[in-house]
């Protein structure tokens, strides 16, 4: 199985940015997906979940409402839009699977991406 994330880059604050992680070795229909940051010196954290439908997503409250998780089951693809960035985005951002629903604890994902760098200036 391997998650391969990309689309971070470096923005100034209220830009936006696209996040795309591309699923292979696994039927990716039967996976719940969660995105996760990392912050130096901070323990992960999560950030957005969508089930295996896309029928249900939920987000931490710091990203309500600038933030979009979806999926795309014929390209093995998740997605995370980020909108209005904040200099507190700043992170490495992973993707993660898990069989069926969706999770917020980072322990509940059983495959992990890489991740990708997301830097926010003010």
């Known amino acids: 199985v391997q998650l391969q994330a990309s689309g971070g880059g470096l923005v100034q604050a209220g830009e936006s940015l696209s996040l795309s992680c591309v699923a292979s070795g696994l039927t990716f229909s039967n996976y719940g997906m969660g995105w996760f940051r990392q912050a130096p010196g901070k323990e992960r954290e999560f950030v957005a979940t969508i089930n295996w439908s896309g029928g249900n997503t939920y987000y931490t409250d710091s990203v309500k409402g600038r933030f979009t998780i979806s999926r795309d089951n014929s390209k093995n693809t998740v997605f995370l839009e980020l909108n209005t960035l904040k200099p507190e985005d700043t992170a490495v951002y992973y993707c993660?699977?898990?069989?069926?629903?969706?999770?917020?604890?980072?322990?509940?994902?059983?495959?992990w991406g890489q991740g990708t760098q997301v830097t926010v200036s003010s």
């Open positions: 993660a699977a898990r069989w069926g629903g969706t999770s917020k604890s980072r322990y509940e994902y059983v495959y």
